[in-house]
């Protein structure tokens, strides 16, 4: 199903993919460490089962953090979108911790786009597991059928469509996040748009100054504003979108 995504959406479902992981691997090591707990960590045995539940605690946050700082310096660390396209998918199979197999395919692939279509193929088949295991776990605890019983209970399926498609109706049942506008996506080179800075200097125009980059949820702007000339890198985000518009007087740029 990723065979027509273009580089992009395939670098946002890429992101979205390991987010999703790197969360759920976060919260199964459950509450932060203690000071008591880091103090354990250094100095008791690396075989005893407590240090081996707070080293999972520690490494899953810190997968976290290194994906948070990857993401929001990603324009600094790959500015090139050749360069970009091979860090996403590096950086994603090793803090997936892909299986060996999946990572020399990725290191024998030398086309980019395919490179990040196994990565994100690998990506979906842990959330697929995932997503069944959390199944399986609710039907124990909350007394339903089991898997294939053949009792009273109702049979739930655990291949990878049907998990996809209780996904979707849990999506549905869900508060989402702040969408972008539609006109953001027409944003390109040269464009022009009004971005509110503060309450002092309100509503600035500028001209966007290289293409756009999508990362995940959010449109990174290069921006020259007329006032000073000054050029700024600004994130346009869904629950930004109220500080962004396109210049009054000028509705035709934008549909």
Request: proline share 5%.
């Amino acid at each position: 199903i990723y065979n027509t995504l273009p580089t992009r959406d395939l670098i946002k479902e890429v992101f979205q993919s390991l987010d999703k992981i790197l969360q759920a691997q976060a919260e199964a090591t459950a509450t932060p460490l203690s000071p008591l707990e880091m103090d354990i960590l250094e100095n008791a045995p690396s075989s005893t089962p407590m240090t081996q539940a707070i080293q999972r605690r520690f490494d899953a946050e810190e997968r976290i953090a290194v994906f948070q700082t990857f993401t929001s310096s990603l324009l600094d660390i790959a500015p090139n979108e050749k360069d970009r396209v091979f860090a996403v998918a590096m950086i994603a199979g090793e803090l997936a911790n892909l299986p060996a197999g999946a990572r020399v395919k990725m290191l024998t692939t030398t086309d980019g786009a395919a490179r990040l279509r196994t990565v994100l193929r690998e990506l979906s088949s842990m959330l697929s597991m995932d997503s069944a295991r959390k199944i399986t776990k609710s039907l124990s605890l909350g007394g339903g059928g089991l898997l294939g019983d053949g009792g009273g209970g109702d049979v739930i399926e655990t291949d990878a469509e049907s998990l996809r498609k209780a996904e979707d109706s849990q999506k549905e049942l869900q508060v989402g996040t702040p969408k972008l506008p539609p006109w953001a996506d027409q944003i390109r080179k040269g464009a022009r748009v009004e971005y509110f800075w503060n309450e002092d200097e309100e509503w600035c125009l500028g001209t966007v100054a290289e293409e756009p980059v999508k990362i995940m949820d959010e449109i990174i702007l290069m921006i020259k504003f007329d006032d000073d000339g000054s050029v700024h890198r600004l994130p346009f985000r869904g629950d930004e979108k109220a500080r962004w518009r396109p210049p009054l007087g000028d509705s035709g740029a934008f549909d």
